[in-house]
């Protein structure tokens, strides 16, 4: 590890299916801090880039770092589940479909991780929950159910269920797409304030106006590779390749 680390370094990508590629040698980086959106049309891998990251989905090239650390190493097969574990509780995720556990409360459902991974007794984790959920609004709700809840609600749980673990990096793969538009802005609301905060996010999102007004930087994929990058005003409102723009005419 150098003093000069990147925070995220994501170093030549490559991921195939077969004679599919969907990452073709992707290189980003992203610094403590920093908010990134990913924007890019269906299937330019914007969410298998997203997985690799805490290798949900292991890459057939490259490497992932994070905080000077290699998340996929390769290593025997027991060390590397102890790896892995170790560094998947500095990542949240959040996805597309809240993917809290139904037969749990709220409750329990933000309080499993921490206990069951870094050992808190339950009063720990009690306490832990109630500020996570009172930070996304939801402590009210705390011994609801799942299916009692709303698609907004959910996906706010699922928000406190992963700050539950203090993460030192937050993903959000298209967080709010399944969500009624009328419950879209309360989960982004969330998100907001977790940026104001300085939390590091990498955001994949259709949603433009939210990428402009939270990221510091997009970054359109198309393909399998990162065609265009940059602060949301020049990527938005002066892109230079021309995909970017044919994506944002379809799109802004
Ligand atoms: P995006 O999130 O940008 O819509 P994805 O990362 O989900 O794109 O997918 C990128 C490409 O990889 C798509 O062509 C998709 O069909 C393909 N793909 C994703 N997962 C698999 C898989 N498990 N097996 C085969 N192809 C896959
Ligand atoms: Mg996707």
């Given at each position: 590890?150098?003093?000069?680390?990147?925070?995220?370094?994501?170093r030549?990508a490559?991921?195939?299916?077969?004679d599919?590629?969907?990452l073709k040698?992707?290189s980003?980086t992203?610094?403590?801090?920093e908010?990134?959106?990913?924007?890019?049309p269906?299937?330019?891998?914007k969410?298998t880039?997203?997985?690799?990251?805490?290798?949900?989905?292991?890459?057939?090239?490259?490497?992932v770092?994070?905080?000077?650390v290699?998340?996929?190493?390769?290593?025997?097969y027991?060390?590397?589940?102890?790896?892995?574990?170790?560094?998947?509780q500095?990542?949240?995720m959040?996805f597309?479909?809240?993917?809290?556990f139904?037969?749990?409360?709220?409750?329990?459902n933000?309080?499993m991780a921490?206990?069951l991974?870094k050992?808190?007794?339950d009063k720990?984790a009690d306490?832990?929950?109630?500020?996570q959920?009172?930070?996304?609004?939801m402590?009210?709700?705390i011994?609801?159910?799942?299916s009692?809840?709303s698609?907004?609600q959910?996906?706010r749980?699922?928000?406190?269920?992963a700050?539950a673990?203090?993460?030192?990096?937050?993903?959000?793969d298209e967080?709010?797409?399944a969500?009624?538009?009328?419950?879209?802005?309360?989960?982004?609301?969330?998100?907001?304030?977790?940026?104001?905060e300085?939390?590091?996010?990498?955001i994949?999102?259709?949603?433009m106006?939210?990428?402009?007004?939270?990221?510091?930087r997009v970054?359109?994929?198309?393909?399998g590779?990162?065609v265009?990058?940059?602060?949301?005003s020049?990527?938005f409102?002066n892109?230079?390749?021309?995909?970017?723009k044919e994506?944002?005419?379809k799109?802004l």
């Amino acid at each position: 590890m150098t003093e000069a680390h990147k925070f995220v370094d994501i170093r030549h990508a490559q991921k195939a299916y077969g004679d599919l590629e969907v990452l073709k040698d992707i290189s980003l980086t992203v610094d403590r801090g920093e908010i990134v959106a990913i924007i890019g049309p269906s299937g330019s891998g914007k969410s298998t880039l997203l997985r690799a990251i805490n290798d949900l989905d292991s890459l057939t090239g490259g490497e992932v770092w994070l905080d000077g650390v290699q998340i996929n190493k390769d290593l025997p097969y027991r060390q590397y589940e102890k790896h892995i574990n170790a560094m998947r509780q500095q990542v949240g995720m959040v996805f597309q479909h809240f993917n809290l556990f139904p037969h749990l409360s709220v409750r329990d459902n933000v309080t499993m991780a921490p206990k069951l991974l870094k050992g808190l007794s339950d009063k720990e984790a009690d306490k832990l929950a109630e500020e996570q959920l009172n930070h996304v609004g939801m402590l009210e709700r705390i011994d609801y159910y799942p299916s009692q809840l709303s698609g907004g609600q959910k996906q706010r749980v699922a928000i406190a269920r992963a700050l539950a673990m203090q993460p030192k990096l937050m993903l959000f793969d298209e967080a709010t797409s399944a969500l009624d538009p009328e419950l879209v802005e309360e989960v982004n609301l969330v998100m907001k304030r977790l940026a104001e905060e300085h939390m590091t996010m990498i955001i994949v999102t259709h949603e433009m106006d939210f990428a402009a007004s939270v990221c510091d930087r997009v970054i359109f994929m198309d393909k399998g590779v990162v065609v265009e990058q940059g602060p949301p005003s020049v990527v938005f409102q002066n892109p230079t390749e021309e995909r970017t723009k044919e994506f944002l005419r379809k799109h802004l």
